[in-house]
C-alpha cells in the first residue's frame, strides 16, 4: 500500500518556475514507477511524465518536453516536478500516481492516486 501527498501548486506568473513534490509513504518506494498526469478545469486527465526507479528511466508528454523534469529521491521517498518556463495552459490539477509494475502515459496504469495539487499560470 503506497499513500501518496502532493505539495508545491500555487498562483505564478507566465515564464515561471514551480516546483511540486510528491510525498510517498511505504518501504517499497524505491521500486515504484511513479508519474505525474494534470487534468485542467472540464478536460480529461493526462499524462505528464513518468520515472522508474533509475533516473535515466523518463518519459514526458510533447507539450513539456524542454520544459518539465521528473525526479526521485528515494531515500527521501520522494517524487518531483520541476516545472519551467509555464504558459497558461499549464494551469491544472496536478497528481502523482505509481504503481509497482506498470509504467507509461496512460492513467489506467497506475494504482496508487494522490488528491492532487493546484497549479494556476496567469498571463
Known amino acids: 500500500q503506497v499513500q501518496l501527498v502532493e505539495s508545491g501548486g500555487g498562483l505564478v506568473q507566465a515564464g515561471g518556475s514551480l516546483r511540486l513534490s510528491c510525498a510517498a509513504s511505504g518501504r517499497t518506494f524505491s521500486t515504484y514507477r511513479m508519474g505525474w498526469f494534470r487534468q485542467a478545469a472540464g478536460k480529461e486527465r493526462e499524462f505528464v511524465a513518468a520515472?522508474?526507479?533509475?533516473?535515466?528511466?523518463?518519459i514526458y508528454a510533447d507539450s513539456v518536453k524542454g520544459r518539465f523534469t521528473i525526479s526521485r529521491d528515494n531515500a527521501k521517498n520522494t517524487l518531483y516536478l520541476q516545472m519551467n518556463s509555464l504558459k497558461p495552459g499549464d494551469t491544472a490539477v496536478y497528481y502523482c500516481?505509481?504503481?509497482?509494475?506498470?509504467?507509461?502515459?496512460?492513467?489506467?496504469?497506475?494504482?496508487?492516486w494522490g488528491q492532487g495539487t493546484q497549479v494556476t499560470v496567469s498571463s
Open positions: 500516481a505509481a504503481d509497482p509494475n506498470g509504467f507509461g502515459p496512460l492513467t489506467q496504469t497506475y494504482t496508487y
Open positions: 520515472i522508474r526507479w533509475t533516473v535515466g528511466h523518463t
